[in-house]
């Protein structure tokens, strides 16, 4: 069983060389093995900042707090000390690499998570499973990472890291965006296929209800004022997509 706590999270967004932004004003939030949690709420809401501060952005300084996994804080360790410790992050704009190839990208990935350099012959077959079942085309493990990959080959292949290196805590910031209705559900059977396989917990951050319907949530909370502003189950999920945000928007500012 993992368990991955954050507790009173403040951070700042660096703006320039002077100034800075606090964004996130006190985030508590915990998150156990096979759970799947989704963020919800308006633009600006610092939903994204929560993501990239945990993942160690170096755009973002954390101020206050704690992120625990297994009571070791990763607000301690190295960016790449982190994703080996089984922290995962989905990106919302996936960056294209030029000249490194997809499938030598996910190997050296592997490597650096699992220890050890896969066989060569085990790994091509995972990765070809795993494309497979993510509708990917063969052809795109020898071309450079992300490159000339539209929006959702883009997305795809951020589940594809997923599938791959079997993090205990995957954070994904707006998967869903910019997919189409077949896109988002091959995405989607590739998340609960990656939690089922490695009883992973998840943080799901989105905008919108219609992910939920493949990514059933645990629990849902409501991101507003750069802090949880009210959790509950997958009903709250539905009260959101009849009322909006306009009232955490109210209590946030």
Excluded: C, W
């Excluded at 156990?32 to 633009?43: D, Q």
């Excluded at 599938?163 to 995405?187: M, W, Y």
Aim: glycine share 10%; charged share 25%; no cysteine.
């Amino acid at each position: 069983m993992t368990t991955f706590e954050i507790r009173g999270l403040r951070a700042d967004v660096l703006i320039g060389a002077e100034e800075r932004q606090e964004i996130l004003k006190g985030v508590d939030l915990t998150i156990n093995s096979g759970e799947t949690h989704a963020i919800m709420g308006p633009n600006g809401s610092g939903k994204s900042t929560l993501a990239y501060a945990v993942a160690g952005h170096p755009k973002y300084e954390i101020t206050e707090g704690e992120v625990l996994l297994d009571g070791e804080n990763v607000l301690e360790m190295s960016v790449d000390e982190r994703a080996r410790a089984g922290v995962f992050l989905a990106m919302q704009y996936p960056v294209e690499v030029p000249g490194v190839s997809m499938s030598n990208f996910l190997r050296s990935a592997v490597t650096a998570v699992r220890g050890e350099a896969p066989k060569l012959r085990a790994f091509s077959k995972e990765l070809q499973e795993s494309m497979k079942g993510l509708s990917i085309d063969p052809s795109f493990a020898s071309r450079g990472v992300n490159e000339g990959f539209s929006g959702g080959e883009k997305k795809r292949h951020e589940i594809l890291q997923l599938e791959l290196v079997k993090p205990r805590i995957a954070i994904l910031d707006e998967t869903d965006s910019g997919l189409d209705v077949d896109a988002l559900k091959v995405v989607s059977e590739g998340i609960n296929r990656a939690k089922a396989n490695n009883d992973m917990g998840v943080m799901l951050i989105t905008h919108y209800t219609r992910i939920l319907n493949y990514v059933k949530p645990d629990f849902v909370h409501v991101f507003a004022g750069g802090r949880v502003a009210e959790s509950g189950g997958p009903e709250l999920a539905e009260t959101l997509e009849a009322e909006g945000y306009e009232r955490f928007v109210k209590v946030g500012a």
